[in-house]
């Protein structure tokens, strides 16, 4: 079975995150094993500059990556409709049975991660809360199995 890993920075500090991310982790378990790998707030991260919080997470980042592919989350990222999410998604999944989503905290990620990733991939231009990214990104990927699956949800 395909293996997902959504690592992200920081706990969800809203129950409806949470809720969210739940919901669409149970309609994914009929394809796909996903976890979520989150990462606590660096350390006295209110002393650090943009600059060096970014790395202090990447650091972080890179020790908990483990698939053979990383997509890194950005606003800079390349953009896909639904159907070639899908064929993107399906390609990964028959090449390397694993993938792992990267999701930065609230300055986004760190160079270092964004050079390493096989991908970038930007859910919108606008720039969006790292929270809400995860239940937005959750839905993506489960629309893209519908699609794949021949489902309806996706219509």
Known sequence: MFHITLIAIGKNKDYWVDAAVEHYLTFLKKYAEVTLDYIPDAKQSKNLSETELRRAEAVQIQKR????????????????????FADFLQQIQMKSGDADFIIGGIYGLDDSILRKCHTTLSLSPMTMSHQLVRPVLLEQIYRAFSIISGGKYHK
């Not at 483990?66 to 639904?82: D, L, P, R, T, W």
């Open 65 to 84: 990556i483990k698939s053979s592919y990383q997509i890194a989350m950005s606003e800079k990222g390349k953009s896909f409709n639904s159907k070639k």
